[in-house]
C-alpha cells in the first residue's frame, strides 16, 4: 500500500511539478530559438566543419522539435507515476486518461503562455507534437507494462536452480 500522507504525495507528485516548472521555464525567452543556437550552432559546426548554414537551421529546428517530444513524453511518465500511485483509487484507476489530459492541458497552455513572450512563436503544431510526445510514451508504458504482466504470468511456475 503506497503512503497516503504528505510524505507520499510529495513522492508521487514532487517530480511532476518539478518537470512542469522545468517546462515552464524552458518556455521563456532563456530557451528561445536564438539562444539555444548559440549552444546547437557552435557544438554542430565543431563536430561537422563543412555544415551548411541551411543543413545548421535545419539541424537546429530538428533538436528543438525533439525536445519538445521528448519533454512531453517526460511529462506523461511523470503523470502516469503519479497518477497510478495515487492514494485515491478513482484517479488510480484512469490513470492514462489523466495524464493524457494532463499533457494536452499542458501543451496547449504553453503555448498560450509563449504567446506572451515576444522571442518565442507559439504553434498549435506545437501542442501537437508535444501531444505526440505523451501519447508516444504512454503507449511504450502501457505495453511495457502489459509485457511485463505477461511475462511474470509465464514465468509464476517456475522453480529456483
Same mark, same amino acid.
Not at 43 to 57: A, D, G, H, I, V
Not at 80 to 96: E, N
Given at each position: 500500500?503506497?503512503?497516503? =500522507? ?17 517546462? &515552464? ?15 546547437? =550552432? ?14 545548421? /537551421? ?14 512531453? $513524453?517526460? +511529462? ?6 503519479? &497518477? ?6 478513482? @484517479? ?9 489530459? @494532463?499533457?494536452?492541458?499542458?501543451? @496547449? +497552455?504553453?503555448?498560450?503562455? *509563449? ?5 518565442? /512563436? ?6 501537437? @507534437?508535444?501531444?505526440? $510526445? ?16 505477461? &511475462?511474470?504470468?509465464?514465468?509464476? $511456475?517456475? *522453480?529456483?536452480?
Amino acid at each position: 500500500m503506497e503512503e497516503s =500522507g504528505i510524505k507520499g504525495r510529495f513522492w508521487r507528485y514532487g517530480p511532476l511539478i518539478a518537470w512542469m516548472l522545468m517546462i &515552464f521555464f524552458a518556455s521563456s525567452d532563456e530557451f528561445s530559438a536564438a539562444n539555444t543556437s548559440r549552444l546547437i =550552432g557552435p557544438l554542430l559546426r565543431w563536430l561537422f566543419p563543412n555544415m551548411s548554414e541551411e543543413t545548421l /537551421t535545419l539541424i537546429h529546428l530538428a533538436i528543438r522539435k525533439a525536445a519538445h517530444f521528448a519533454e512531453y $513524453g517526460v +511529462l506523461a511518465l511523470l503523470a502516469a507515476r503519479a &497518477f497510478s500511485t495515487s492514494s485515491k483509487a478513482w @484517479l488510480r484507476s484512469r490513470w492514462i486518461i489523466a495524464s493524457f489530459s @494532463l499533457v494536452v492541458c499542458y501543451a @496547449l +497552455l504553453d503555448e498560450y503562455r *509563449q504567446s506572451f513572450v515576444p522571442t518565442r /512563436t507559439p504553434s498549435i503544431w506545437d501542442s501537437l @507534437l508535444d501531444t505526440a $510526445g505523451g501519447v508516444s510514451a504512454l503507449f511504450a508504458l502501457t505495453l511495457w507494462r502489459a509485457l511485463r504482466k505477461r &511475462f511474470d504470468r509465464m514465468n509464476c $511456475g517456475a *522453480q529456483p536452480n
